[in-house]
C-alpha cells in the first residue's frame, strides 16, 4: 500500500523559507516520478514542481528561482525548498507519485500560509 506523509508546512511571514518533505514507503521509490502540487481555496489543484526517476526537474514559471525539488532515493524522500516565499503560495501543498504501471498515488497534504 502507498503512503506518502508530508511534512514541514507552517506559517511564515511573505520573504521568508519553508522546506517540505514527503516520506514514501509501498513503492519502489526510485521507479517514480515525485511531485508536488498545491491546492488554493476556491482554486483547482495545481502542479508546483516535478523531478522524475532520473532526477531532471520541473517547475512551474511562478516558483522558477524561488523553489527547489529534489530526491533522495536511499531514504525515500521528496523535498521543496520554498524561498522568497509570497501571499500568493499559501495552499495546501500535496505530494505526488506516479509510475506509469500504477498511475499517482497523494499524500494528505500539508498547509502552507504566507502572512504577515
Known sequence: QVQLVESGGGLVQPGGSLRLSCAA???SFSDYRMG???QAPGKQRERVAVITSDGNTNYDDSVKGRFTI????????VYL???SLKPEDTAVYYCNA???????????GTQV????
Not at 504501471?101 to 494528505?108: C, H, K, T
Not at 500560509?113 to 504577515?116: A, E, F, G, Q, R
Request: a positive charge.
Open 36 to 38: 508536488w502540487y498545491r
Open 25 to 27: 514507503s509501498g513503492i
Open 98 to 108: 506516479y509510475w506509469i504501471y500504477r498511475g499517482n498515488s497523494w499524500g494528505q
Open 113 to 116: 500560509t504566507v502572512s504577515s
Open 81 to 83: 525548498q520554498m524561498n
Open 70 to 77: 529534489s530526491r533522495d532515493n536511499t531514504k525515500n524522500a
